[in-house]
């Protein structure tokens, strides 16, 4: 592993709501670098954690037998949370990213990336 993703990792591990620093987050599959504050990034994994834990939960209510009804309504709440998360990415990726390519005059090529993710993201 190289050092961008040893700290990568160190961001995404480290939840010390204490530290406001920013943090350089590198997305090496897009045509720019991303920065995502470390606030940014500690509040989708805190929401990406509780979504990990409440689907063990509802393997759990599998496991355990539990009526379907039950465990179609904790599925569907899984999924409203995922849908909350994906909107504060976006979000996030318009007020931050697009912007900063609008400025920098590759609005383009960020718009074409843009369009791409939400066909493989919308039903």
Do not use: W, Y
């Amino acid at each position: 592993m190289n050092g961008t993703s040893n700290q990568n990792e160190q961001i995404l591990n480290d939840t010390d709501a204490n530290n406001k620093s920013e943090h350089d987050h590198n997305h090496t599959h897009s045509a720019h670098p991303h920065v995502h504050s470390e606030e940014s990034l500690r509040k989708i994994v805190n929401r990406l954690s509780r979504i990990e834990g409440h689907i063990r939960g509802i393997k759990t209510m599998v496991q355990q037998n539990s009526p379907c009804p039950d465990v179609l309504l904790q599925i569907a709440a899984v999924r409203g949370a995922v849908d909350r998360v994906a909107r504060i990415v976006l979000d996030e990726h318009l007020t931050e990213c697009v912007a900063r390519a609008a400025k920098n005059g590759n609005i383009d090529v960020e718009i074409e990336e843009l369009k791409a993710a939400l066909d493989r993201f919308l039903p």
